[in-house]
């Protein structure tokens, strides 16, 4: 199973209201969730980035691919312009964006790419049709499983976000053999969600949610657990 930290190095992600890095909070829960996982001895856990580095959404696509990850998991916590907003959501790859609220967080996390010098600014709605007719039907309803199971698991601990399942072009999902989602923990321009992840404590709660929905999931008929990556 594959853990991807969200931004890392040159890319802070979303700095919160009173200066926290996204980056860092998406890598301290995802170390921690890597951390109970591997403590059940039931999986084999692979971090994209095991330090604060860049690393391009392409190449931590191909990291999770070239490690035969069974399933992708990837930590944020963004910003939105309402600043009210607040509480977890977890996202998959669709050509169309559920919302204009996950349209927009798409194209910024889409366009964490920009720090590579690339000169590409986020994923056209061309190039997103692209992405998800790549992904095999397996792996879509994979990561719908997934995220239904992320989605309940998290509502039993803390506040979800309105209509919590939601999808929109991310690139960083669009492995065609691998289910993927994309958890947003909670928004950095809320100051309440801010302060919350900053806890060690809460960012452990957020992770055994996550741990209990990954073992629902593979408990489920259909997905083999593989020992890999
Ligand atoms: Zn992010």
């Not at 040159?10 to 998406?26: C, F, L, N, Q």
């Not at 330090?51 to 069974?70: C, H, K, M, N």
């Not at 879509?140 to 997934?146: D, K, N, Q």
């Not at 709660?205 to 259909?222: H, K, L, P, T, W």
Request: include cysteine; glycine fraction near 8%.
């Amino acid at each position: 199973m594959c853990l991807d930290p969200g931004h890392g190095g040159k890319d802070p992600g979303a700095i919160g209201i009173s200066g926290t890095y996204e980056k860092h909070v998406a890598f301290a829960a995802a170390r921690e969730l890597g951390r109970q996982l591997e403590a059940s001895g039931r999986y084999k856990i692979s971090l994209t980035r095991e330090d604060d580095v860049f690393i391009p959404l392409e190449d931590r696509v191909a990291l999770a691919q070239s490690r035969g990850a069974s399933l992708f998991i990837s930590i944020h916590a963004d910003a939105l312009l309402d600043h009210s907003v607040h509480g977890a959501s977890v996202y998959t790859l669709a050509a169309e964006a559920s919302d204009a609220q996950t349209a927009s967080l798409a194209r910024r996390e889409n366009a964490a790419d920009r720090y590579a010098g690339l000169g590409m600014v986020g994923v056209s709605p061309q190039v997103a049709e692209i992405l998800a007719s790549l992904v095999r039907r397996e792996t879509r309803v994979g990561s719908a499983e997934m995220q239904q199971h992320i989605v309940a698991s998290l509502g039993q601990e803390m506040t979800l976000l309105e209509h919590p399942a939601r999808h929109a072009g991310f690139a960083v999902l669009k492995a065609a053999d691998i289910p993927s989602v994309l958890v947003e923990m909670g928004f950095m321009s809320n100051s309440h969600d801010e302060a919350a992840l900053r806890q060690a404590g809460h960012r452990a709660m957020v992770a055994n949610a996550i741990r209990r929905a990954v073992d629902s999931y593979f408990a489920a008929e259909g997905h083999p657990a593989r020992n890999t990556g």
